[in-house]
């Protein structure tokens, strides 16, 4: 019987819990054999945060660790070898392999899922190469660097059933307040949408840092992988291990800059507020003045318009009342708006994967594994989050109106938008 298949019929699947209390139950309880084998690839701050939380569950046992940077892997694995060892009273403990080579964890049989923690211009690769090797995936947000590479990876974890969970957290956490936010637009409390304001940071600009002398233990040339060729600079590939979020995050060879860093957060709630997760807008229209970097209008075909820029997290405006939520807090207009306006039981209730914990979203997909469903963020709506921060980028980019059409995911009578949808590849890197 396949492992997954065995998975979903074995005790194990009776330990999930988000409670963080529970979670550190003894693995006596379970078979090594019966838990979801996860390899991880990309080993940085966020990468250890995601795996060590993972790692929590009874249900999973982490195998592998992935990293272009030598002491990076090496750390991943002392973690988790660690971790194990205590956990189990076994000195010793060395049940963790490292890889420099993404292609080398996906290749291993008794790998269940993986996590990809890379930056934004190596998800689209191994999560293909993951959904055709039939492993379940975590991927952190934006999923993908170009619209393409969004679509390509929700055609391939479609094509081959894997069970797919974009890092999109809010939806899951942060006490709720996001979800209750999003169901009050969603059941009218509000009255009708007129416009969304989403608060971040710049669009993405090019890369233009000096060259600096490549670290021992650094493979540079597979970090760039399918980006143009560069010098190495520590402020993209950090030296070692490190404990900051590293600023690739603002070039556009490699992402989206903060449009598609904290924008895959607030634009998600946005769309899960509208309703619109298998859509976006149809019209992008940049702001007067060409050296602006907020006030992009992004308009939806029902006329409702989101806004670049304004208070930090999703803010709707509406005929009778305003919903604005970020991490720390929920705000209405009027302020009573919740205790006035309860959801009655005909209403429309978001899915409710979450609590206060830290784990709820990672609880989310691995009780998802077990059962073969979908996740609260799976491959559609991770892509048509991320696909409305590409869209941004490039309307700053060219700062001209642009007309999009969400089907097709095309832009309309405008080829040079269109080559900016894909992005080429250097070498033989491809998504075949």
Sequence with gaps: MHRRHFLKNSTATT?????????????????????????????GKQGVSDFTKAM?????????????????????????????????????YDGVKTYEDF???????????VMVVTPDHWHAIPVVAAAKAKKDIYCEKPISRTIAEGRAMVKAVQDNKVVFQTGSQQRSEYDGKFRIAAELVRNGKIGQVISVNIGIGDPNVPCDLPEEAIPEGTNWDLWLGPSPMRPYNQILCPQGVHDHFPAWRKYREYAGGSVAD?????????????????????????????KANRGMRLVYANGIEMFH???????WIGTSGI???????????????????????????????????????????????????????????????ASICH???????????????????????DAEANKLVSQEMRGDWSLA
Excluded at 393 to 402: P, S
């Design 103 to 113: 292609r080398e964890l996906i290749a291993r049989d008794d790998i269940d899922a």
């Design 391 to 413: 869209l941004t980028n490039i309307a700053y980019q060219l700062r001209r109106e642009l007309r999009w059409d969400p089907k097709a995911e095309q832009f309309i009578d």
């Design 309 to 315: 820029g304004g208070p930090g997290g999703t803010t």
């Design 262 to 290: 904290f924008g895959a957060h607030h634009f998600d709630i946005a769309q899960w507020g509208l309703g619109t997760d298998d859509t976006g807008p149809v019209r992008l229209v940049p702001p007067q003045d060409e």
């Design 323 to 385: 919903v604005s939520v970020d991490r720390g807090r929920l705000d209405t207009v009027p302020g009573d708006l919740i205790e006035k306006n309860p959801i009655d039981e005909k209403g429309t209730k978001l899915e409710n994967a979450g609590g206060k914990n830290g784990f709820s979203h990672m609880a989310n997909w691995i009780e998802n594994i077990e059962k073969r469903g979908q996740c609260i963020c799976h491959e559609e709506i991770g892509h048509r989050t």
């Design 15 to 43: 330990l999930l819990t988000t409670v963080a209390g529970a979670v550190t139950l003894s693995r006596a309880q379970a078979n090594p054999n019966d838990r979801i084998a996860i390899g991880v690839i990309g080993v």
């Design 56 to 92: 929590r569950f009874p249900q999973t046992q982490m195998v592998a660790m992935c990293d272009v940077v030598a002491q990076r892997r090496d750390n991943g694995k002392k973690i988790a070898n660690d971790y194990y060892a205590k956990l189990n009273n076994q000195p010793g």
